[in-house]
């Protein structure tokens, strides 16, 4: 067990920002979450967290993971002043972190996530891994499902996918999940790119466009300046930013401040 405190995160506000989905609410402020061939539990109470792991997980998954090593505190401050928008969001969804996904689970589920709800993407995730992905089990019993590889899901039938409630998307995750399989499109060699040539990159994906492309470089590529643009990202900038949002100014971490609007879009009427 791991316990430290951590500034500027929160569970329940990760959990639900829409950037992953097989982190699950056990009770409150108790979370499980399955993530890098690894099952993981944790709680918390204000800034303590405890995480039920060992010292070495916990330094060489979860650390990078959660993006510990980040100030977030420090972006916060650097919103302009007068932005009373943004800074407004920024309160809100201060616990927000930008998460460092597996990048072959990241490119899946957000073609999953293609005109979809969270709860009805997270049920879909749920059903692949479940009949595609490897059982595993952790040293107290837990028993957990991998994320499937490109090989399982390229050897699945559409029919197949589409009993997994994914419609019209099962031939987009067979189709890349084959390229992927053949080296059409190589994974590791996107480790190594720029934001610019790694949205490219991903853009040959059968299924895969701007939106998507940008979700993947910023949730499993770390490229904080990706700003993905969804329907309620778009109304923000119509509604707030009529002479063009400044992407320039905030080009080191435009990523982080596109969660805090997403999240306040969603929550701020709560």
């Not at 998307?169 to 934001?195: D, G, P």
Request: hydrophobic fraction near 35%; charge should be neutral.
């Amino acid at each position: 067990m791991i316990k430290m405190r951590i500034p500027c995160m929160d569970l329940k506000q990760i959990c639900y920002s829409g950037q992953c989905f097989r982190m699950n609410e056990l009770k409150p402020n108790k979370y499980g979450l399955i993530a890098m061939g690894y099952y993981l539990e944790i709680e918390q109470n204000g800034e303590a967290f405890s995480f039920s792991c060992s010292e070495q997980e916990f330094d060489s998954i979860w650390v990078n993971y959660f993006d510990l090593k980040t100030d977030y505190e420090r972006m916060i401050h650097c919103i302009k002043k007068e932005d009373s928008y943004l800074r407004e969001a920024a309160k809100l969804g201060r616990g927000i972190r930008i998460l460092r996904q597996d990048l072959w689970e990241t490119i899946i589920t957000f073609i999953v996530s293609q005109q979809n709800n969270i709860p009805r993407i997270r049920k879909c995730i749920q059903l692949i891994c479940e009949r595609y992905g490897q059982e595993k089990q952790t040293d107290e019993g837990k028993q957990y499902y991998d994320f499937p590889t490109p090989e399982a899901l390229a050897n699945a039938t559409e029919e197949e996918l589409k009993a997994c409630n994914l419609g019209y998307r099962s031939r987009y995750i067979k189709k890349t999940a084959w390229s992927v399989m053949h080296n059409e499109i190589c994974l590791s060699e996107l480790y190594t790119m720029n934001h610019t040539d790694a949205k490219k990159e991903l853009l040959k994906l059968y299924g895969v466009g701007n939106k998507v492309a940008d979700c993947i470089c910023l949730f499993a590529l770390h490229h904080i300046e990706a700003f993905p643009i969804d329907t309620h990202i778009q109304q923000v900038l119509n509604r707030e930013y009529p002479n063009g949002f400044d992407l320039e100014y905030y080009r080191e971490y435009a990523g982080i401040l596109q969660q805090y609007m997403f999240h306040y879009e969603i929550n701020k009427k709560k």
